[in-house]
């Protein structure tokens, strides 16, 4: 397999032609259906707008049918969101979407869905990526389950969209609806020539939002995939000259979203025009949560305490998770979350949906607007303050692990409060104080990193933590070399 192939929890992906080709997404077609061929009837095909998901998508709905699957659903190009809910009201089985998500177009991918649409738990992804390896090479036996089998395939991206937005509709409520109407909020949607333009333009009118969507033709990527502030820069300009209250730009599969304020806000000029994926967080909570009780937040455990301040006026516990969608997704499935995700990517969840889902995020931003009766500039000055900074450092995977004791034996010695997640591959999170931290973890995409994350409610306080962060991982990493040369 070529070098950028990435295989994990979240999904595989790569250069299409290069380390993605339709031998490859057959294999693990094949692999899926081997592994859960007892409960497999009915899937659902899905996949985004790069000009390679056709031919990923056609050799995946041959691959599921020379598996034996009696029914193949093709929802077309839909967000991965409406695909994931399109397994639940068509009551499949599981399924595949076609997307490499924020990555640029020459890159594709697919994700595995489980029966309830979510992506496959870690747990059963690593049982498939072990059986894609262990076949490689190997011409995958298809009719693994009965030669007479024959298959349908059903194309529902309609009735797929409309099930979506119905339930985008009924999260936000009839009285939210109304005052959608009757309000004078204007916004600016920019899918950049992904899968969510269509969807986008039916909830419009389902809702009856002003709005407008640039950057609609499928497939033309304008800018780069990824949503960030250095990539929407150049919303600020059009938010400007047609008065809009805030602009939100999709990638390519709308799991992901950026926001961008009007400059003029005091907030915006403090902070900066785009809006940090822990500040969107807390919005979408503070909407959801709102005139609830006893409820529980699952968000990952480098999310923002900020997040933790907003849920605690709602009454509402906060309970941390690994980095990642799906350890995310199983936490919210254990305390009956009714919303959660990742601060650190502004990955909003609201479930029976159990991905980030940008589209509902700007519909739940939109609610807390209403009923706050203020633009997101003013909510977001209520807010309380926090500081962050990132860094990462090269560290040799196999090092990692020993790395990690000594950095815990260290801020143990200061009396730092540790918190651990995810086992000896996982986290480690060494507390300063109730508000301030400083987060290590080695790289999933970038095996031979360690990042490093420190945040509080001080800025000087969170640059000393890095600082300090930086040099007893430099001193240990030295040391250790000293003590192999010896």
């Excluded at 497939?219 to 995939?225: Q, S, Y």
């Excluded at 979203?257 to 907030?267: A, C, H, I, M, N």
């Excluded at 945040?455 to 640059?463: M, N, P, Q, R, S």
């Amino acid at each position: 397999m070529a070098g950028d192939l990435v295989e994990s929890f979240s999904g595989v992906r790569g250069i299409f032609g290069q380390s993605i080709t339709e031998e490859l997404i057959s294999r693990y077609v094949f692999c899926y259906c081997r592994l859960f061929k007892s409960k497999l009837k009915t899937v659902v095909v899905g996949g985004d707008t790069r000009s390679s998901t056709p031919a990923l998508k056609k050799s995946a709905i041959k691959a599921f049918s020379g598996c034996g699957i009696k029914k193949i659903i093709d929802v077309g190009v839909v967000p991965v969101q409406v695909a994931e809910y399109a397994i639940q009201k068509f009551k499949a089985s599981g399924g595949a979407y076609i997307t490499a998500s924020h990555n640029e177009p020459e890159f594709n991918g697919w994700k595995f869905l489980k029966e309830d649409g979510a992506v496959l738990y870690p747990a059963q992804s690593a049982k498939l990526i072990a059986l894609a390896h262990k076949l490689r090479g190997e011409k995958p036996s298809f009719n693994v389950q009965n030669k007479k089998t024959k298959t349908t395939v059903q194309k529902k991206q309609k009735e797929a969209a409309a099930h979506y937005i119905n339930y985008v509709l009924k999260t936000l409520g009839p009285k939210t609806i109304s005052l959608i109407k009757e309000n004078k909020f204007k916004i600016l949607l920019d899918p950049n020539g992904g899968a969510s333009t269509e969807t986008l333009e039916k909830l419009i009118l389902a809702v009856g939002l002003k709005a407008q969507i640039i950057n609609t033709k499928p497939g033309v990527f304008n800018r780069l995939v990824q949503p960030t502030v250095e990539s929407l820069a150049y919303l600020n300009e059009k938010i400007a000259r047609g008065n809009f209250d805030f602009a939100a730009g999709f990638d390519s599969d709308a799991d992901r979203v950026e926001f961008v304020l009007p400059r003029k806000g005091e907030f915006a000029k403090t902070m900066g025009s785009g809006i940090s994926g822990n500040y969107v967080l807390a919005l979408a909570c503070d909407a959801m949560l709102k005139g609830t009780k006893n409820q529980v937040v699952v968000t990952n455990d480098v999310t923002s305490y900020l997040v933790r301040d907003v849920i605690k006026k709602h009454k509402a516990k906060i309970k941390e998770a690994e980095v990642g969608e799906m350890p995310v997704v199983e936490k919210m499935e254990k305390y009956k979350s009714i919303v959660g995700g990742e601060g650190s990517n502004g990955g909003v969840i609201v479930p029976p949906v159990k991905c980030r889902d940008g589209i509902m995020t700007v519909c739940l931003l939109l609610k807390t607007m209403l009923e706050e009766k203020k633009c997101l500039d003013d909510i977001l000055q209520t807010y309380p303050r926090y500081y962050s900074v990132h860094t990462k450092t090269s560290l040799p995977k196999e090092k990692a692990l020993s790395v990690k004791k000594e950095l815990e034996s260290y801020y143990r010695r200061k009396g730092y409060k540790i918190k651990k997640i995810g086992g000896t591959t996982g986290n480690l999170k060494a507390h300063l104080d109730k508000n301030s931290y400083v987060w290590f973890r080695q790289s999933k995409t970038e095996p031979e990193m360690l990042r490093i994350y420190s945040e509080g409610d001080e800025k000087i306080k969170v640059g000393n933590l890095a600082e300090e962060g930086v040099k007893a991982l430099e001193n240990i990493i030295r040391q250790k070399v000293v003590l192999s040369k010896c």
